[in-house]
């Protein structure tokens, strides 16, 4: 049996900016199941600085959970 909080599995994720659409991001969605471990990548191929944000919720105004610094790409 896994103990409980225990991550149960791995889920590889990742999302990237263009340098042809540097304000948009290629996906508008990440997905996971529920208790395993995420690993997300980011791409930023454009020179426009971001950062990525996410959130216990559906916007910004739900609990952070993490948070990159502003980098611009290549």
Known sequence: ???SGSPVGSTDLELATTAANPLSFTTNELAAPAGTDVTVT???ESTTPHNVSFYAGSDATAELLATTDVEAGP
């Open 42 to 44: 980011y791409d930023n």
């Open 1 to 3: 049996p896994v103990a």
